[in-house]
């Protein structure tokens, strides 16, 4: 089911600069995302940008991190259909999500996300902003912030052409305004970050992992077929299950075991995460994943 279309961004094509594409059906693409943290050298592509051609139009799910790559992925589009760009969804209000905004908007294209996104962008987007451009240089080349024009709270059903699409806050999670974007006809459900299985999920201060653990469930209820994460390659729910609600459940564990034997931060630090090893950004985030999740379950203790 799963296949792979030619096409990079170091390629230039008859259309431009083009993303790399993996096809689900002949419905449901996406661009896949390197598994490491943003860079220059990946021009912020580290996150999934998906689309779904529908019989009027397609629907792109993330803006991108910039305004080229947003463009690349365009013209990649319009290498699989001639058919027009109707909504953008952004999954969360991340930069990687929203910065891309800018191209679409500039085609007219409405950008849609969870009201906690929308504020996220009003309030951060400029800082996010600087912080890409210092990364990406020239490739920042055309990036403003465009805030999202729609939003909602919980969800919002869809029908564009003859394609139901549900778009859904299954709760708190990863970052605020995290949202899925659920295809039923299809079973393929573009999740967002609240599914990690390539490289490990990161705790972040505002991250609500309790909430997340629960969150997940909810998804879980749909029992779709195939799931686009946050980042990394489409697969099953079991895989992603595991690399999300069981660390989060595993690591969960851990703090309140240190913190009913009196243990302090340290202990945190030190916990055996060894079985995720493997993923992409280990190094980076395991130890300050097990020290954020201390801290806040030390102070719940305490409210």
């Not at 993303?19 to 002949?26: A, G, I, M, T, Y």
């Not at 969360?92 to 969870?114: D, K």
């Not at 055309?142 to 999202?148: E, I, L, M, R």
């Not at 202990?267 to 992409?280: G, K, M, V």
């Amino acid at each position: 089911m799963l296949s792979m279309l030619a096409g990079c961004a170091s390629v230039s094509g008859e259309t431009g600069p083009q993303l790399k594409l993996s096809k689900l059906n002949e419905f449901v693409y996406s661009a896949i995302g390197v598994a490491d943290a943003p860079s220059y050298e990946n021009a912020g592509h580290n996150n999934n940008l998906s689309f779904v051609i529908t019989s009027d139009g397609v629907v792109v799910v993330n803006g991108g991190d910039n305004y080229l790559l947003a463009k690349a992925l365009h013209n990649s589009i319009a290498l699989i259909t001639d058919q027009p760009v109707r909504l953008v969804v952004n999954e969360n209000g991340q930069g990687h999500a929203f910065l891309g905004n800018s191209y679409w908007s500039e085609l007219g294209v409405p950008v849609i996300a969870h009201e906690s996104a929308r504020k996220e962008v009003e309030t951060h987007g400029e800082a996010v902003l600087r912080t890409m451009q210092k990364r990406n240089r020239e490739k920042a080349a055309g990036t403003f912030v465009a805030v999202p024009n729609q939003s909602f709270s919980t969800s919002k059903s869809l029908l564009v052409g003859d394609t139901k699409i549900e778009l859904i806050s299954f709760g708190a999670a990863h970052s605020p305004g995290d949202i899925s974007v659920w295809l039923p006809d299809h079973r393929i459900i573009i999740a967002g970050d609240i599914a990690f299985h390539e490289r490990l999920l990161a705790i972040f201060p505002d991250t609500n992992v309790a909430e997340w653990i629960k969150s997940f469930d909810s998804m879980v209820a749909l029992e779709p077929e195939w799931v686009i994460p946050g980042h990394g390659h489409p697969t099953d729910m079991e895989t992603v299950r595991k690399y999300t609600q069981g660390y989060l459940q595993f690591l969960t564990r851990e703090v309140a075991r240190i913190l009913d034997e009196d243990g302090d931060l340290a202990e945190a630090y030190a916990i055996d995460q060894s079985d995720y090893a493997h993923l992409n950004t280990f190094e980076e985030l395991a130890v300050k994943n097990a020290g954020r999740l201390f801290q806040t379950m030390e102070m719940e203790l305490f409210e």
